[in-house]
């Protein structure tokens, strides 16, 4: 059995709407181990961001408990927590959040620049996954000057900036057309197959879901078999 990279147990999140109380999460559990790719599955306000969100330890849950390659996640402090998320963790989201401000290059480099990394080896490596997504002509475009798909094909390689174990993404291809999406999550697993990473990926995309390893749906508050 590979290494658990992610170990989720009984994570409860419950939100408050108005006088009510909508219990979100009831107790989902999940191992996840290096090299596999899991969909996550599941109708729109089940629960799927809330999960990844407590799994990246961006929130908190009410209760359980959370293991990113061993570490009790809960039981850290917030700068033990940002700590894993810089090393540990890459986020991809369905709206590629890339800073404006700065080029396909640059945004790359920052979360190496975040994790102390040299300049000049940030830039390395950023110019190294451009070129692995077909983007080395872009490399000092800012994001108002890439298409949709090259945008996500910039978040995807920041995600892949300081080689983490674990990657989280939140609906990855959800704002492209059909033969994008498939050409950008085609680009995603061969790069995380490649690293042997873990990936946890929400998606309401059947044919992206059926390419992964395996399937979990969120269901009632807990993750079922898909």
Do not use: W
Not at 84 to 91: T, Y
Not at 93 to 114: C, D, K, R, V, W
Not at 136 to 156: C, Y
């Amino acid at each position: 059995m590979s290494e658990t990279v992610l170990s989720l147990r009984g994570i409860v999140r419950t939100f408050r709407q108005g006088r009510a109380l909508l219990q979100v999460l009831k107790g989902a559990e999940l191992d996840l181990h290096a090299g596999e790719m899991v969909a996550l599955v599941g109708p729109s306000g089940a629960g799927k961001s809330t999960l990844l969100h407590i799994a990246g330890l961006l929130e908190a849950a009410d209760a359980g408990e959370i293991e990113i390659m061993g570490k009790p996640g809960m039981r850290l402090n917030d700068e033990a927590r940002t700590r894993i998320r810089c090393e540990a963790l890459g986020f991809v989201y369905q709206y590629h959040h890339l800073l404006p401000e700065f080029s396909a290059l640059e945004n790359i480099m920052i979360p190496q620049i975040i994790a102390a990394l040299d300049r000049k080896e940030a830039e390395k490596r950023a110019r190294e996954l451009l070129a692995c997504m077909g983007l080395t002509e872009r490399a000092d475009h800012r994001p108002a000057r890439l298409s949709g798909g090259e945008q996500q094909r910039v978040a995807i390689a920041r995600a892949l900036a300081n080689a983490p174990r674990l990657i989280l993404a939140d609906e990855p291809t959800g704002n492209l057309d059909p033969a994008t999406a498939s050409e950008v999550f085609d680009l995603l697993v061969g790069l995380a197959r490649g690293a042997g990473l873990a990936a946890l990926v929400a998606t309401h995309n059947p044919d992206i879901a059926a390419r992964m390893d395996r399937i979990v749906r969120l269901k009632d508050g807990l993750l079922v078999p898909g």
